[in-house]
């Protein structure tokens, strides 16, 4: 996979943490555990991304 296509998949699940994270804030009772997996997981995603596109 080149270094575009790798980016733009991560890019990707990014966006679906983003969902997933605003799907779980508007429940009735959101789970906070879940929220803060969520986050965590999106974080690293984010700094991987700062790394691949520099």
Known sequence: MNTSAHLDTL???HHSLQAAI???IH???PDQVR???LKRE???L???ISRHAQ
């Open 42 to 44: 999106k974080l690293k």
């Open 27 to 29: 429940r009735p009772l």
């Open 22 to 24: 605003d799907d779980e």
């Open 11 to 13: 890019i990707e699940k």
């Open 46 to 48: 984010k700094e991987e």
């Open 35 to 37: 929220l803060t997996q």
